[in-house]
């Protein structure tokens, strides 16, 4: 029943994108799940179109549509600044909308940002005939619920992945046959020099510090989050519930340390919403019943999250402030990347029983050159994370415990874990402020 449906919407990638017209707004799936054969096939035909928005989150590959040629043919909207298209956006080129990632979903659903075609990579379909969103569900499966039309490239290297993670051929109006590896993105930088891995390591043995046994936790993108997984081979009982994961966990829930018998929601399970990874996480999660997928709406919600007790949240920042403003998304006016999930999983461990959201980063930027921890944000840096939501601050020369504390309790805990060449410069700035005296 399913095979005969499923082969009737089988077109060429050229016949597919047809569905798509001048003024539509268009949904890719993204991160390792980006549909470029798709992409490509729309971008064949810019001369047919105008006004095309493109919009997504996170992708690892440089689109088409963004190419000299295709202005005014096409205008991406970004709801996360990625690399391949931050230059673009910082431009005028493309569009930034800030939001954080567990409310995507929801101007989606409520038509203020409306979706008319979805551009998918899938599994192929099952026995009952439903497809996997594989590795990267985040907001893509609600654009898809609520776009006029639904595009698919299925293919057979895309992994099975469990949970609140599938579409039914019946909801896919057209069907492209791919049969390709997906985009692997390891974690470690290869532009990392030994000095930084070294901080890296300090930084991600302080943290391993705070995790107890029996925590769940929840890890942002980066070096940070990942060389903390590396402290942690001495813990028992860990859980997960995060937005992504990449391949550094799979090592800790093969020797057991990652089991998830103390959650408190979703016992057992790794909930997470998509992951950034290679083939060796790929293969783990492909019908690993341990592992569920949903969307971000789920994933990030803050009260969803605080159902988890002892949950443990790890992100990162550019700069914080004295009074623990934290600048996540931009460099003063240039935009670098979004809020993702980072308010979402603060907000979410902070009402979490005996719960801990952490900011960490290195102290400094550019070959020390720059202390990350300042005064004052850059001008025309954004506000990612309040100064009523932080809790701990965490650079390679110590923890700053501000939650519940006065700005000259703050000014002084985060000075005392700025590099040591800024400290008197900050201190001297902060009694300037009378923050300090």
């Known amino acids: 029943m399913y095979v005969a449906k499923y082969k009737s919407k089988v077109v060429s990638p050229e016949e597919a994108v047809k569905v798509v017209k001048s003024g539509n707004r268009v949904w890719l799936q993204a991160n390792s799940c980006y549909p470029k054969v798709l992409e490509h096939a729309m971008c064949d035909r810019y001369q047919e179109l105008n006004d095309v928005e493109v919009a997504h989150i996170t992708i690892f590959e440089k689109p088409r549509y963004l190419e000299p040629e295709m202005e005014g043919h096409f205008r991406h909207n970004a709801l996360f600044t990625s690399g391949h298209v931050r230059k673009a956006v910082n431009e005028g080129k493309a569009d930034f909308t800030p939001i954080f990632l567990s409310e995507i979903s929801t101007i989606i659903e409520r038509g203020i940002l409306p979706i008319d075609v979805a551009f998918l990579h899938l599994s192929c379909p099952d026995v009952h005939g439903y497809c996997s969103y594989g590795v990267s569900n985040a907001i893509s499966k609600t654009a898809a619920e609520n776009a006029k039309i639904v595009v698919a490239q299925l293919n057979p290297q895309m992994p099975r992945v469990h949970g609140d993670n599938f579409i039914h051929i019946d909801r896919i109006d057209r069907i492209v046959d791919v049969d390709e590896p997906l985009i692997e993105v390891p974690m470690v930088d290869p532009n990392v020099t030994e000095e930084d891995k070294k901080i890296y390591r300090r930084i991600g043995e302080l943290i391993a510090g705070m995790i107890k046994d029996g925590d769940t936790l929840q890890m942002g993108i980066g070096a940070i989050p990942d060389a903390v ?119 979410g461990a902070s009402k979490s029983k005996n719960g801990r959201p952490i900011l960490a980063f290195a102290s400094t930027a550019k070959n020390h050159t720059i202390s990350k921890i300042v005064d004052t944000l850059t001008p025309g840096a954004g506000v990612t994370t309040s100064k009523a939501d932080i809790h701990y601050v965490v650079t390679e020369y110590g923890i700053a415990d501000l939650y519940g504390k006065t700005i000259r309790q703050r000014a002084r805990a985060l000075i005392d874990i700025a590099h040591p060449k800024f400290r008197d410069e900050l201190e001297q700035k902060a009694k300037e402020y009378k923050y300090l005296w």
């Open 229 to 347: 997984l590396n402290y942690l081979t001495e813990k028992n009982d860990l859980g997960i519930h995060t937005e992504m994961f990449s391949d550094g966990l799979i090592d800790l829930v093969e020797k057991g340390i990652v089991n998830g018998d103390k959650k408190t929601l979703l016992p057992g399970k790794i909930v997470a919403s998509f992951v950034i990874a290679t083939k060796k996480t790929f293969d783990f999660v492909n019908n690993n019943p341990i592992v569920e997928f949903r969307p971000t709406k789920f994933v990030n919600d803050p009260f969803i999250i605080a159902r988890n007790d002892n949950m443990v949240s790890i992100n990162s920042a550019l700069q914080v402030d004295f009074t623990g403003q934290a600048c996540s998304d931009s460099i003063g006016h240039r935009i670098y990347s979004g809020f993702g999930g980072q308010v979402d999983f603060i907000r």
